[in-house]
């Protein structure tokens, strides 16, 4: 799939890959679904993340608390307080950091919490998208406070990517979860 590169796209790619994610949801057991992640799965990627997810648990809980960053970063900027996207201290070369105090944060957190809390984030950045113009998404001057970015990229990135990024993990955990 394409990058969004307008409000409609958007909309429709943001939506499409939430349910294709639940979809893979749903095809597996409540078991699978609390299993603790192979030790194959940390070998997988260099990435840090294929190191710090434990379980399907931490992937949701992930999408929440980006789904959380922007809603909080639009809603403050909207209100005239200006605030970067990333919380202080963190910024893109330290953001890993900022992804372990999450995962640190939610490791009470039970997966049926995990699951409602993300459905619920997931409908209110939606309802956030659909209160901005097409050209307010996608125009480089609409808003000063987005830096010269475009509002839509940050909501690609928390929606349809960061839904194929856990559809990925989730599929690599049923590829290698122990039979």
């Known amino acids: 799939m394409a990058r969004p590169t307008t409000k409609n796209d958007l909309v429709f790619a943001a939506g499409e890959q939430f349910g294709k994610l639940w979809k893979l949801m749903d095809t597996m057991s409540d078991e699978v679904q ?3 992640f192979s030790v194959e799965m940390a070998t997988i990627g260099k990435e840090t993340h294929w190191g710090r997810d434990k379980n399907v648990r931490d ?6 608390e980006w789904h959380q960053l922007l ?20 910024n893109w070369r330290t ?19 995990a699951k409602t809390m993300l459905h619920e984030s997931h409908a209110q950045v939606m309802a956030l998208i659909e ?9 480089e001057t609409a808003l000063a406070w987005t830096g010269g970015a475009f509002l839509g ?10 839904y194929d990024w856990a559809m990925k993990k989730i599929k690599a955990h049923i590829k290698t979860r122990k039979q």
Not at 59 to 64: D, F
């Open 71 to 90: 809603l909080d970063w639009v809603n403050t900027n909207q209100k005239g307080k200006p605030q970067p996207f990333l919380p202080s201290p963190y």
């Open 34 to 36: 609390n299993e603790t």
């Open 95 to 113: 953001y890993p950091a900022l992804n372990v105090e999450y995962w640190k944060k939610h490791q009470s957190t039970p997966l049926a919490d």
């Open 153 to 162: 990229a940050y909501c690609v990135s928390v929606t349809s990517s960061h």
């Open 59 to 64: 992937v949701l809980v992930h999408l929440y």
């Open 131 to 139: 209160d901005f113009t097409n050209d307010e998404l996608f125009s």
